[in-house]
């Protein structure tokens, strides 16, 4: 029995040692993959001594991808949903065009806020909160009319009493299909963020409001203590177990695709900041069911969910939070994602214009399109500020003399 324990143990310990050098090949069959281009790009004068930094260069592609850099600008816009004391417009969904006439839905709200713990349940706790959605249109891109309110909140008891907030919007046959964010009152450091969905015939509505979330967080974690702490927990749970965030619908690969951001209970600090994570959940119809992926989360960045299709894939913008923070990231199934460049900053709640050609080139979807800022008020908390829109547009290296779009309050 003791030799043949022996001869198992010398057996695997051989195994052990062939697998590690095949894995050792493969690691150096794959430096061989790069050309003296890119050694020479990289300004790596010896491959047989490569530092660690250099490897990464390497293995990411930092010599590569230049058609995917480039740079924002901020422009404001004409009409009736700039800056406005005392008035929240925020969080712009993409731009639709229908019978030439571009559209957006946004989260607006009027009055002050104040935080938590102030005693009073009806106070706003959170420049998001209380909100409700609103549309606008333009015939031009520049300058653009409020129309008025689309979605309200639901039934006092339902999933959305509270407030419904981070509008996006999917055009599919025929029909119009807005999702967002929604609260149950009262709105607590602990509450649960759901995502709702409403329906309707004309991008106008009337909207017919779902009477259930379609997307729900895990709720998979567990508090500690019964002080309204998001961040005193026993157990974390999933990186959604909390809230899920900034929806963005897509008919994708003939399913319904739900990118979502996911924020977990007892939220830590990563290398990049707060702990941010995408995921997604697809659907064979658009109401849903939604089920979430295996492979979730997606991301291990990402503040705000921006994500356009290319090339049979989809591409992303990473603004805020996390270790790859302000980069631009393809994954050609939808779902792995690679790091294609780095950016300087990236504007707040990008809607991006879904009649661009996106295939066009890595960057086209981000030609121009909306998203806010925000006003402050010196001497008095970031919750205080009024979110106004205003437009974007991006310049890629592809050609660096070309204009911005013109700045109109020139």
């Known amino acids: 029995m003791k030799l043949l324990t022996t001869f198992l143990i010398i057996s695997v310990m051989l195994t ?118 609103w549309y606008a249109t333009s015939k031009d891109g520049w300058e653009w009319t409020e129309q008025g309110l689309a979605v309200t909140f639901g039934p006092k008891g339902s999933y959305d009493d509270r407030s419904v907030f981070t509008p996006e919007v999917l055009a599919h046959n025929g029909k119009y299909y807005l999702v967002y964010q929604s609260i149950q009152a009262p709105y607590l450091n602990r509450s649960f963020n759901t995502v709702g969905m409403s329906v309707a015939d004309s991008p106008r509505g009337p909207w017919k409001r779902l009477e259930a979330p379609i997307l729900e967080p895990a709720m998979d974690g567990e508090w500690l203590g019964e002080e309204d702490s998001r961040f005193k927990v026993k157990q974390q749970g999933s990186f959604d177990s909390q809230k899920v965030h900034d929806p963005t619908l897509f008919y994708y690969k003939g399913k319904f695709y739900l990118y979502y951001k996911g924020e977990r209970m007892g939220e830590r600090m990563t290398a990049g900041g707060r702990e941010i994570r995408w995921g997604v959940a697809i659907a064979d119809k658009p109401e849903g069911p939604y089920i979430k992926s295996e492979y979730n989360p997606i991301t291990q960045s990402g503040h705000e969910i921006c994500i356009w299709p290319y090339k049979g894939g989809m591409a992303l913008v990473h603004s805020a939070d996390g270790p790859e923070k302000r980069t631009i990231q393809y994954a050609p199934d939808g779902i792995n994602f690679e790091v294609m460049s780095y950016i300087w900053d990236a504007p707040s709640a990008m809607g991006l214009v879904t009649t661009l050609d996106n295939d066009k080139h890595p960057t086209e979807a981000l030609r121009w399109g909306l998203c806010h800022k925000t006003k402050f008020y010196p001497g008095e908390s970031w919750l205080t500020g009024n979110d106004y829109l205003v437009r974007f547009s991006f310049s890629s290296n592809r050609d660096t003399k070309r204009e911005f779009a013109k700045d109109k309050d020139k």
């Open 16 to 133: 052990s040692c062939d697998d590690n050098k095949k894995a050792l090949k493969t690691n150096d069959e794959k430096t061989m993959e790069y050309s003296q281009e890119d050694y020479d790009f990289l300004a790596i004068g010896n491959p047989d001594k490569i530092s660690a930094a250099s490897k990464r260069a390497l293995e990411r592609g930092y010599h590569k991808n230049a058609e995917w850099f480039g740079e924002f600008r901020i422009h404001n816009l004409k009409g009736n949903v700039g800056y406005e004391k005392g008035v929240t417009r925020r969080d712009p969904s993409m731009v639709i065009q229908v019978d030439g006439l571009y559209y957006t839905y946004y989260s607006k709200s009027t009055g002050k806020t104040y935080g938590f713990g102030t005693g009073d349940p009806e106070k706003k706790v959170f420049p998001w909160d209380k909100t409700e959605i």
